[in-house]
């Protein structure tokens, strides 16, 4: 392997949806170079914040039936039962909720948490509150999924945080996703939830650093026990 094709393969490629935001964080580096150099620095800093933000790794998904894996990169914040938003049409009664929280550092691509078909896609509008508050489920902007397998419908809801302004879809309703596969994205700090059907367990804990579409939060398989986990 040659030095050039040994450096192309540790650089992580960049989403299409960051690049008009990195050009304009480059050219507005440029200005303040020429206004004061050390200014020029912290924007080029904030240039190389802003190309990791939108980020883009390749993943390995686990592939088999009824594994369930993380929509997002983020910390599992909370896992509880709660009843899922009523556009999902999933019903008045309580689910198990896994919700992953992003920060401005983690990437913030989100793919499809399970192999299936997208039944559904809604999206409302609202505020920008901290999407770590559990409040921030009902009152902020967001993008919601139902996916459809053969056996069962999760939701899937893109939350927008406190500094996020648009939440960007890549799929349309009907479409037939594989586990991993990109869904969409939220720019700039944000939250993903997932509702599992009734009776699974989730196979992850709060605090956990969960990675998009590698690190499995559920199993849908029947019997299959809640896990137990050691802070070490």
């Known amino acids: 392997m040659s030095i050039l094709a040994s450096i192309r393969s540790q650089l992580v490629p960049i989403h299409r949806e960051g690049l008009q935001f990195i050009g304009l964080f480059a050219l507005a580096s440029l200005v303040l170079f020429w206004l004061w150099t050390p200014l020029g620095w912290i924007g080029t800093v904030l240039t190389v914040w802003c190309a990791l933000f939108f980020r883009d790794p390749e993943r390995v998904t686990p592939v088999r039936d009824g594994l369930v894996v993380a929509p997002a990169d983020g910390k599992v914040s909370r896992i509880i039962n709660a009843v899922p938003p009523l556009e999902l049409n999933l019903g008045d009664r309580p689910m198990a909720r896994v919700s ?6 983690d990437c913030h691509v989100n ?7 997208i039944e559904k896609i809604a999206y409302k509008a609202g505020a920008f509150i901290n999407a770590d508050l559990d409040k921030a489920s009902e009152h902020n902007e967001r993008n919601a999924f139902v996916i459809a397998t053969a056996t069962a419908r999760i939701g899937v809801v893109q939350i927008a945080g406190l500094i996020a302004r ?7 309703e009907g479409a037939v996703v594989g586990a991993g596969e ?10 993903v939830d997932v509702y599992l059907p009734d009776g699974v367990r989730p196979q992850v804990a709060e605090g ?21 986990f050691r802070v070490g």
């Not at 793919?111 to 078909?117: C, D, H, L, N, Q």
Request: glycine share 10%.
């Open 182 to 191: 990109r869904i969409g994205m939220i720019r700039f700090g944000s939250r």
């Open 100 to 105: 992953i929280f992003m920060s401005v550092f």
């Open 208 to 228: 956990q650093t969960a990675i998009a579409g590698e690190t499995v939060i559920a199993d849908l398989r029947a019997g299959v026990k809640e896990l137990t």
């Open 166 to 172: 648009r939440i960007v879809c890549f799929v349309r």
């Open 111 to 117: 793919r499809s948490p399970i192999a299936g078909r």
